[in-house]
């Protein structure tokens, strides 16, 4: 079965929804008091995190890159002996971003 493009990048979204484990990043959150500032409860519930995902994940396929909340989507597409294709991948993470430390030049 051949698909075209927009329906291979809704085959990619669906197979993440299905797969990506929601409930799992709930509880890393609630484990270290992560928070939304657009959610009611501060923490977001399940449902929160898979709207956010989709709508980044259908962002990301215009972008390239997109990235809030923890979660992260990115789209890379190319092309090999047998045609084009495309991947969508959504991760989630915990991390920490310093502006960087200014120092002295060495002479």
Do not use: H
């Amino acid at each position: 079965m051949s698909l075209n493009k927009k329906e291979a990048i809704q085959s990619q979204i669906d197979g993440i929804m299905d797969m990506f484990d929601f409930r799992r990043v709930r509880k890393m959150m609630l484990a270290v008091g992560g928070t939304w500032a657009n959610s009611p409860n501060g923490t977001p519930e399940e449902w929160e995190l898979r709207a956010r995902a989709r709508e980044l994940l259908n962002e990301c396929a215009a972008r390239g890159l997109v990235s809030t909340g923890g979660f992260t989507a990115r789209y890379v597409d190319g092309e090999d002996g047998e045609g084009p294709w495309l991947r969508l991948t959504l991760q989630w993470g915990v991390s920490s971003l310093y502006d960087g430390v200014g120092y002295e030049a060495e002479a």
